[in-house]
Nanobody
Framework: QVQPVESGGDLVQAGGSLRLSCVAS????????IGWYREAPGTGKQRELV?????????YYADSVKGRFTISRDNGKDTVYLQMNSLKAGDTAIYYC????????????????WGQGTQVRVSS
């Protein structure tokens, strides 16, 4: 099992954009749901589910990012993307990709396949 690898995090000004990428092994990628989470260190907040894309390309977004973030997947490249626009200081966090989860009855059930995360910092 190859661990997912996230990339694309950076320091950006408020209002700016970033695109995160997550590359995962083909076996776990193509037939399962994939979720992006974020965790803001030092805030005491739990890891937050940001977006999910299912194998049929249906999507879910947290209310806090709806209309600003877009999740997509390229099965040919075993990659999922998170396009983040109109970034706010509150989006500052480490973003993690979870591969091989499942979506059922409006909830995402994560797998044990987590990447190391990529850091996004938004300056106000």
């Amino acid at each position: 099992q190859v661990q997912p690898v996230e990339s694309g995090g950076d320091l950006v000004q408020a209002g700016g954009s970033l695109r995160l990428s997550c590359v995962a092994s083909r076996v776990t990628f193509r037939f399962n749901a994939i979720g992006w989470y974020r965790e803001a260190p030092g805030t005491g907040k739990q890891r937050e589910l940001v977006a999910v894309i299912n194998s049929d390309r249906s999507t879910y977004y947290a209310d806090s990012v709806k209309g600003r973030f877009t999740i997509s997947r390229d099965n040919g490249k075993d990659t999922v993307y998170l396009q983040m626009n109109s970034l706010k200081a509150g989006d500052t966090a480490i973003y993690y990709c979870n591969v091989g989860g499942s979506w059922s009855s409006g909830s995402y059930y994560s797998s044990n396949d987590w990447g190391q995360g990529t850091q996004v910092r938004v300056s106000s």
